[in-house]
């Protein structure tokens, strides 16, 4: 909902009444009240060649505004390298991204050509790398904690950053969703996970809260 200061200030900027509806509508970009604002990083876990799209409202019918590279991998190695994207808004399973990069450091080749600007993706084909070592009910450290790491679990290695995809976010918090079905059946079976963490899912889904989410692909964020 816009203050009466604020709603007064775009009205002057449209130049009067008439205009308001269009001037509203040019500032929906801003939070609303089905939206979370947020600051994290995410990586786009895409795989179709064509790559991800970048659109202009949080729907698959808006308009597509460029396109995001699909994850890149390393024929010897089978090391994957994603497209690093600043997430700043949340709404209904769709994420506002900004500044998106490739890492040529990682791949050995040149940037490929990616759309920076910002646009709403699938959380579906977004995953973070969280260096906590709990997950929550919700995004706050006194909430219940549904799934505690042992020693040799971690959130941001590979099998669990590819179990999970990102459903929600909340200031520096990401919900991320996870699929037993990508989890090797000894690493499922070791998580000591709270029954809450699958109430009123589909059967074989599980969802957490984590902060400490860290920008660099390779390696862990100091600090955090």
């Known amino acids: ?30 939070p609303s009240a089905t939206s979370t604002s947020c600051s994290i990083v995410a990586f786009v876990d895409e795989t179709d060649p064509a790559g991800l799209n970048v659109r202009a409202a949080p729907s698959a019918k808006a308009r597509v505004l460029g396109t995001l590279p699909p994850v890149w991998v390393d024929k010897d190695s089978g090391s994957r390298v994603r497209i690093r994207v600043e997430v700043m808004e949340g709404s209904n399973g769709w994420f506002r991204i900004r500044n998106a990069r490739d890492d040529e450091d990682l ?17 579906r084909k977004l995953v ?32 669990m950053v590819r179990a999970s995809s ?9 919900q991320l969703e996870f699929s037993d079905r990508r989890l ?24 957490l809260w984590v902060d400490k989410i860290c920008g660099s692909q390779e390696t862990s964020c100091d600090g955090l």
């Open 1 to 30: 909902m816009y203050s009466s200061t604020r709603a007064d200030r775009m009205l002057r900027i449209c130049g009067g009444a008439l205009l308001a509806a269009s001037c509203f509508a040019a500032h929906a970009n801003e």
């Open 107 to 123: 791949t050995g080749i040149a940037a490929r050509p990616t759309f920076g600007g910002e646009g709403w993706v699938s959380g």
């Open 128 to 159: 973070v790398k969280s260096q906590a070592r709990q997950g929550h009910a919700d995004p706050a450290e006194d909430s219940a904690v549904l799934l505690r790491l042992n020693e040799q679990q971690i959130f941001d290695g590979s099998l």
């Open 166 to 174: 990102l459903v929600a976010c909340h200031g520096r918090w990401a």
């Open 184 to 207: 090797p059946e000894p690493d499922l079976k070791a998580l000591d996970l709270a029954p809450a963490a699958r109430a009123g899912l589909p059967r074989g889904r599980f969802r």
